[in-house]
């Protein structure tokens, strides 16, 4: 699945893998007339909590790391982190803020890369076992583990 954020329309996309559902409900939530989203922690240190997080500071991290790494209007970037997660909401907000194309990975320890994006964020286990694709990605940031 690809979303293209610079002609982004949420009725064109119906059936969907469950992972793809996670995306398009972020991507309403993000849309919805609130100041705030919901956000999960993972749980690797303790009991996982909910919290709000205010749009405006998302979008900011999210400009600051477009900027910096050069992302422009309509550069591809590959979705491998699950959405539930902060991880994989500022991937969707980073292309929301730059007008981003996404290609949607349903997250796993190997994801798929299949094209040249210009942008991705995986985990150490990702990367590690995406050696020998590592080279399709422009701009990796890592994190978690």
């Known amino acids: 699945m690809q979303i293209d954020f610079k002609n982004f329309d949420i009725k064109n996309i119906l059936k969907r893998k469950e992972f793809e559902k996670k995306v398009i409900q972020f991507s309403k939530d993000w849309f919805y007339h609130s100041e705030t989203v919901s956000i999960q922690t993972s749980g690797s240190t303790g009991i996982p909590k909910v919290f709000e997080i205010e749009k405006k500071r998302m979008l900011n991290s999210a400009k600051m790391t477009c900027d910096f790494l050069g992302l422009k209007e309509g550069d591809t970037a590959l979705l491998c982190l699950p959405v539930q997660y902060i ?7 980073r292309a929301i803020e ?7 990975s349903v997250p796993s320890s190997a994801p798929e890369i299949s094209e040249n994006v210009e942008f991705c964020a995986m985990t150490p286990l990702q990367v590690q076992n995406s050696l020998d694709k590592i080279h399709l990605i422009k701009n990796l940031i890592i994190g978690g583990a």
Request: aromatic share 0%; net charge positive; no cysteine.
């Open 98 to 104: 730059r007008k981003l194309k996404v290609i949607i």
């Open 87 to 93: 991880s994989g909401k500022m991937m969707l907000v």
